[in-house]
């Protein structure tokens, strides 16, 4: 019902910046909060930043003043804007979107990102 595309993912210097975008396809009208998650080796999958249809944004502590979620409900599509990497911010990131209507959270295939000099 809901297709999500990673990517942006990637090798980055401690301190550097990625974007990372995932594309939604299917029944996007269904879906409203959008985030990303990220599962590092050997921990559990946690919540990196969410956001609302309107676009209100909740964040992890761990990356309050360095990542900047967005969204464009035209494009399917939403951003995670990070800066400041660090070696802790190393993981594979997923998309994920949640729909009301079907009752069900989507999730993407995930991009790997490794912050590392």
């Known amino acids: 019902q809901v297709q999500l595309v990673e990517s942006g993912g990637g090798l980055v210097q401690p301190g550097g910046s990625l974007r990372l975008s995932c594309a939604g396809s299917?029944?996007?009208?269904?879906?409203?909060?959008m985030g990303w998650s990220c599962q590092a080796p050997g921990k559990q999958r946690e919540l990196v930043a969410l956001?609302?249809?309107?676009?209100?944004?909740n964040y992890a502590n761990s990356v309050k003043g360095r990542f900047t979620i967005s969204r464009d409900n035209a494009k399917n599509t939403v951003y995670l804007q990070m800066n400041g990497l660090k070696p802790e911010d190393t993981a594979v990131y997923y998309c994920?979107?949640?729909?009301?209507?079907?009752?069900?959270?989507?999730w993407g295939q995930g991009t790997q990102v490794t912050v590392s000099s």
């Open positions: 994920n979107a949640y729909s009301p209507y079907y009752r069900t959270d989507y």
């Open positions: 299917g029944s996007m009208f269904a879906i409203s909060t």
């Open positions: 956001i609302s249809r309107a676009g209100a944004t």
